[in-house]
Every structure is written in C-alpha cells, then in structure tokens.
C-alpha cells in the first residue's frame, strides 16, 4: 500500500547576511524592489507595501552599501531597477525554489512517517 501523503508541509525563509550578520537580501528587500518595477516609483512602491518611503529607501540603500553595486537608479521623476538588480532577483528566485525543493524532499524523506496519522 502507497503511504498516504502528510498533511503537513515544510517552509523555509532564505536571506543573505553580511559578516556582521546584517541582513543583505532577502524577500522582504526583494518584495521592495519587485514594487518599485512593477510601479516604476520607490514611492508608489512604498504605498504599495505599506511602508514608509524612507524604510524602503533605508533598506535598499544599506543592501546597497553591503553589497557594493546599485540596486535602484533615478529615471526623471520615476526609479528604475539597475541590470544587476534584475539579476539578483532571477538567482534569489531560483535560490529559493531550489532551497524549497531540497526542503521539501528532505521533510518528506525524514519526517513524513513519523508526521502521518495511522
């Protein structure tokens, strides 16, 4: 007989930490930067979010002095997101998807007998 899938499922949060332990990236500046494309403004990004404008800005501007490249360039009266910016996202997304995989793969593997009901 085929075990029975568990109800219970896995998840795992993912960021980038300086030596400091500062965070870097991770989806809390990811969602930041995903606004400001999506409205082509670090304002509209931060009503969006519910955030302050200077929160957002605070935080993208520390990831930014972390990282040591440019995260958000100004275009007129609009921000933009820079090619690395764009970059960055695509491995964080597919950083996490392998993280949620392997995480998913592994629970199933160790805890899934002990987690399902008889």
Known sequence: MP???????????????????NVVFGMGRYRMLAAIRRTGSLNAAAKE???????VWMRIR?????????LVE????GSRLTPFAERLMGQFDKLQAQV??????????LMSDSLTMD
């Not at 075990?3 to 332990?21: L, M, Q, Y």
């Not at 520390?62 to 440019?70: A, Q």
């Open 100 to 109: 949620n995989h392997q995480s998913d793969d592994f629970f199933e593997t």
């Open 49 to 55: 979010l519910k955030m302050s404008y200077r929160a």
């Open 3 to 21: 075990a029975r899938p568990t109800p219970f499922a896995i998840r795992s949060k993912v960021w980038i930490e300086d030596a400091d332990g």
């Open 74 to 77: 100004t275009k007129g009266n």
């Open 62 to 70: 520390r990831s930014e002095e972390r990282m040591g490249k440019s």
